[in-house]
């Protein structure tokens, strides 16, 4: 069965500064695995997608992620944190090709400070 | 393209009663999924559609639990003699043919059960 770390519950980085919000999957073969956000009171919005080619993928608002496959990760990083920025980010894996049954980590909160 | 609608975004009900909640789609997708997200967790897969056709349904959805999607578009999740133990934001989202792999979401219904 698929599944998915995120091993940081909160974290708290000062605007301007870098971030890297950690993901770990377990599954087979190579997933699919996506990043969303959700801001309070709001529905996840999906911030990048990996399915297949280059590794790095880099998505809205900035983001970036990269797959490795050694490592079993697909970390999410951003050069420069706004405050607009805070919200809780979900790392997400699927099968390759076929249904999307989707399996979501526990999420990282993000706060950010001036 | 207006997005995932879901109603009511809140719904207070007491033990015993009976739920039922709307989602509709983004028009032309044929694929639609309902989640439960409880607090400081991501959200878990209960059930899947593709068109009317429900094709998966998670173990966490009990006998208590139904979803229909009678003509392909909108859907519903019902729950009977709700518990306290249902209160949770149930999610819906939807994919197109296309990019099927790319679930949009909706803003959720929070349920609360006293």
């Known amino acids: 069965a698929q599944s998915v770390t995120q091993p940081d519950i909160h974290i708290t980085v000062s605007e301007g500064a870098s971030l890297e919000l950690r993901c770990n999957y377990s599954y087979g073969a190579t997933p699919y695995l996506f990043w969303y956000v959700q801001s309070p009171g709001q529905g996840l919005q999906l911030l990048l997608k990996y399915l297949s080619g280059d590794t790095l993928v880099q998505g809205i608002k900035g983001f970036e992620a990269e797959f490795k496959r050694s490592q079993s990760s697909f970390n999410l990083r951003k050069p420069s944190v706004h405050w607009s920025d805070a919200a809780e980010y979900f790392c997400?894996?699927?099968?390759?090709?076929?249904?999307?049954?989707?399996?979501f980590g526990t999420g990282t909160k993000l706060q950010v400070i001036p | 393209d207006t997005g995932v609608s879901q109603d009511p975004r809140h719904k207070i009900t007491k033990r015993g009663q009976n739920v039922t909640f709307r989602c509709d789609p983004i028009s032309e997708h044929n694929r639609l999924y309902w989640y439960r997200q409880t607090l400081g967790q991501g959200p878990e897969f209960l059930t899947y559609?593709?068109?009317?056709?429900?094709?998966?349904k998670s173990r966490l959805l009990s006998d208590r639990f139904s979803a229909e999607r009678p003509k392909g578009s909108f859907s519903t999740l019902e729950i009977q003699r709700t518990e306290q133990g249902d209160s949770a934001m149930y999610l819906c989202?939807?994919?197109?043919?296309?990019?099927?792999?790319?679930?949009?979401f909706g803003p959720g219904t929070r349920l609360l059960v006293l």
């Open positions: 559609f593709q068109n009317e056709a429900q094709l998966e």
């Open positions: 989202a939807s994919s197109p043919p296309v990019s099927q792999e790319t679930q949009y």
């Open positions: 997400a894996v699927a099968p390759s090709g076929g249904y999307q049954k989707v399996t």
